[in-house]
């Protein structure tokens, strides 16, 4: 299944009017896309350009959470799961040396 620029596929499409000053360079070159591709307009353009921008800022912040320190709790968790880990590692290992 294709889906055009501007379509979310299984999505009911609900659309709030937007009004806005932008740089005269990108408003040309979002008329250009537009002029060469006939199945779109501008208001589909933006909505991708914002999704992407969403998602963009939704990687940030998965990033941000992920360099974050750690606090006391979770340090202890790490602890906890990496010896978890290793003594699992170890009876694993026995087991095939046993075999």
């Excluded at 040309?28 to 353009?45: I, M, P, S, Y």
Aim: glycine share 4%; no cysteine; hydrophobic share 35%.
């Amino acid at each position: 299944m294709s889906t055009k620029l501007g379509e979310r596929p299984g999505r009911e499409t609900r659309r709030a009017k937007l009004s806005t000053t932008v740089d005269k360079a990108l408003l040309e070159a979002v008329d250009r896309f537009v002029e060469q591709h006939g199945q779109t307009d501008r208001g589909k353009v933006i909505d991708d350009a914002l999704r992407l921008w969403a998602a963009h800022e939704r990687e940030r912040a998965t990033e941000a959470m992920y360099l974050a320190p750690t606090s006391a709790q979770e340090q202890e968790e790490y602890t906890a799961w990496r010896e978890l880990r290793r003594a699992a590692a170890k009876r694993l290992f026995r087991e095939r040396a046993e075999e």
